[in-house]
DNA sequence: AATGAATGAGTGTTCATTCAT
DNA sequence: GATGAATGAACACTCATTCAT
C-alpha cells in the first residue's frame, strides 16, 4: 500500500478528513480547507478538480487501505475464529489509528455524486465480504451457530466501526483492551446460545 | 405521547426527516422541503422559525417518544434478561417504524447548534441509561458476565440503530425475526464466554 | 383642526411614528407595527391600504396640523419681532410636544413614493414660507439685517426642527427655557450684526 | 490623513455614500450597490464583510477626517472668535465637498448595530466637543454671551450640517458667500443680544 | 373588524469555482 | 504552484400584501 502523493495534496487530504468529521463535508468550505492546509482557496484546484474529488479520493483510499490491511491481516490464519478476531482487531485499529477518514467514510456516503456513491458502495460490499466469508467458514465448520450471515455481518461492522465514535485518546482503555470486549462480545454472539449450552434461559 | 400539532406543521416535520435522511440537513433546501410540504418556500416560518428549529423539533420529539416508549415496555419486566429483551426488541420496532426520524436523529446531531447540540446530548445520554442499567442489573443478579458496561452499551445501541441503515421493507425478515436475530447475539455477548462454558477454544 | 378617526387607527397612526422614529420607516415592519396596536398584522389593512399610506397620512397630518397651528399663532400680532417669536415658540413647542410626528417627516421624506414625495414637498414649502415672508416683512420694516432670506430662513428651521433631535423629557430645560434660548440666538442673528452696532470686532 | 485603499474598495465606499443618501441605507440594496461599483453582487464581499461594514467604514472615514480637518484648521488661531470662524467654514466646507457622506454620517446612526453605534456617538461627542470648547472659550474671555452652551453648540451644528440638505452646485452663491451668511448669523447669535445694545426691542 | 395562513418577490450573504497573473 | 479578484447560482430568511373565514 504505497502512495506517492504530493506533500501539499496529502496535508490537503488530511485536513479535509478532520474538517469533514468534525463539521461536516457540506458545512466545510473550500477556503476553510485551504487555509488549514497552508494555501488560499483556489490554489487548492491545483491538487483536486473539486471538494467532491477530495471526499471521493478520501473515502477510496481509506477503503482501498482498509481492505488490503483487513485481507493481510487474515491470510494465513487457519480457523475461522482466528480470521474473525484478526478481521476484528484489525478494522478496529484501523479506525483508531485513522479516526478522521474512518468516520468521514461511514457518515458522508449520502454526500457522494451517484457515480461516486456506486463506485464507494462496491468497495464496502467487497469489504463486508471478508467478514460474511469468515462467518460462514465458521458455520461451515460448525464452530458458529446464527441464523443470518449477512444481518450479523452488519451488526459485527456497525458495532466496531462505532468505536470511531466514541474513542478518546485519553479514555482509561487502549486499543488492545477495547479489541478484547469486542471480540468477547461477537465471539459469544457467533458461537450462538443454542450451540453453547441448552440451560440457558429462552424467553416466552 | 400525545401530539397535537397543526396538520402542516406535521407534514413538514414528516417530509423533513425523510428529506434530511436522504440529502443530509444541510444538503436539503427549504424550498425543497416547502415543495414536499406543498407550501411555498416562506410559508415554512409561518410553523417554524429556522431550519435549525425543524432538526431540533424532530430530534427532540424522537428522542422523547424513544426514551418514554421504552422505558414503558421495560417497567413491569421482572429480570435484567426480559428487560433487555424488551428494551432490544422496543428499540428496533420504534427505529424500524419510524427510519426517516431515527436515521436523523442519528446522525444530523453535528448540525445542532451548540445549544441545542448540549440539549439533545443530554437526552442521549438519558436514553442510554436505560440500557447501562438493565446490564448493571443483570451484573449485579450475576447473570450478565462482561467486563466495560459503558463499551458494551455503545456496543448494542450502535448496532441496534444500525438496522435503520440496512433495514428495507421488502427484505425477507419480519420485524420479529430481526429483533430474534439481534437479541440472540447481544443476549450470548452479554451471558459472555466464561459465564456460559469452559471447553470454547480461547485464542492464544 | 378636529380629527374624527377610527380609534384603532389613530392607535396605529401612534405606534408607527414611535416606531419611524426609532427604527425607520424601512426598518419597520407591519407585524410589528401591529403587534404594538394590539392587533395581527393582515388587520392593518383594513384600516390603511399600505405602508406608505401610513407613512403618507402621518407626514400629512403632522404637516398640516404644524401649519395650521403656526399660522394661528403668528395671526394676531402686529410686528416682524413678534410673528417670528411666536412663530419659533410654536414650532418648537409642536415638535416637542410631537417628537415622534415630527422627527419622522424631518427624516422619512426619503422613503415617499415620488407623487407622495412631491405632495409633501409642497407642503413643507409652504410652511417654510410662513417664516420666509415673515423675515421679509422685518427687513421691509428696517429693523431685520440679513443678506439671504432663503438661506436664514432654512437655518433657524434646521436648527430650531433640530430640538426634536436631542430633547429629552428628563432635561434640565423646560420647553419655555428652550423656546427663550432658541429665539435669543436667531433675534440676534436677523437682527445682523451690522445693524447692531459697528464697534464689533469683524475679521479679515 | 493618508488613505491606502483598493481602488474597487474605495469606488464601493464612493458609491454606497451616494446610494444611502439618496435611498436611504435600508433601502439600498447590495446588488444595486454592486452594480454602481462595476461588479457583480457576491464580489462586494471580497472588499467587506457585510453591508454594515460599509456603513461603519464610511461614517468613522468621513467623522475621523472631519475632526482632524476642524482641528488642524482652528489649531493656530489666537482667539475665539476667529476659532469660531474657522471651524464654521471648515465644517460648511467639508460638508459642501463631500455631501454624499455627511449627510448619510448625519443621517443613518439608527441603522448602525448597537456597537458600532456607540463607536460613532463618542466620534460625534468629541467632534461638537470642538465647538463646545470654542464658545466656552468665547465665554471665559467676555466676548460671547450665551446661557446654553451645549444646546447652543446643538444648534449651530444642526444649521451648519443642514447645508448638506438644500446645498446645490448650480444655485447662485458660492461656498464663501455661504459660509459667510452663517457665519454672521452664528456670531451675532453668540455675541448675544444682552451684550450687544440695550435698546433693542425686547418682546413681553 | 380581525385573523390565520399563505404567497412571491426580494434581501443579505455564502461558496465552489474560474482564471489572468 | 499559488494567488487575488471575481462570478453566479444558490441559500436561509424576511416581509408587505392577500384573502377566505
Redesign the pocket.
Known amino acids: 500500500m504505497v502512495m506517492t502523493m ?1 506533500p ?1 495534496k496529502r496535508i490537503i487530504l488530511k485536513e479535509a478528513a478532520s474538517l469533514f468529521r468534525i463539521k461536516s463535508f457540506e458545512a ?4 476553510e480547507l485551504a487555509e488549514h492546509s497552508g ?5 487548492i ?3 483536486f478538480s ?3 474529488e477530495i471526499l471521493l479520493n478520501m473515502m477510496d483510499f481509506s477503503m482501498s487501505e482498509l481492505i488490503f490491511t483487513v485481507k493481510e491481516a487474515v491470510k494465513n490464519k487457519k480457523n475461522s475464529i482466528e480470521k474473525l478476531r484478526e478481521a476484528i482487531k484489525t478494522h478496529i485499529e484501523y479506525h483508531i489509528n485513522n479516526l478522521d477518514m474512518t468516520v468521514v467514510a461511514d457518515s458522508e456516503i449520502r454526500s457522494l455524486t451517484e457515480e461516486n456513491h456506486r463506485f464507494i458502495i462496491q468497495k464496502r460490499k467487497k469489504y463486508e465480504k471478508i467478514f460474511s466469508e469468515i462467518i460462514e467458514e465458521g458455520l461451515r465448520e460448525g464452530v458458529f451457530h446464527i441464523k443470518e450471515t449477512k444481518i450479523t455481518t452488519f451488526a459485527i461492522l456497525q458495532m466496531c466501526t462505532g468505536v470511531s465514535y466514541w474513542y478518546k485518546e485519553q479514555g482509561s482503555l487502549n486499543v488492545q483492551d477495547i479489541v478484547d470486549v469486542y471480540f468477547d462480545f461477537i465471539y459469544a454472539g457467533v458461537l450462538g446460545l443454542c450451540g453453547i449450552r441448552t440451560d440457558i434461559p429462552r424467553l416466552e
Request: hydrophobic residues 10%.
Open positions: 504530493h501539499r466545510t468550505t473550500l477556503r494555501i488560499k482557496g483556489g490554489s484546484y491545483y491538487h473539486s471538494k467532491q
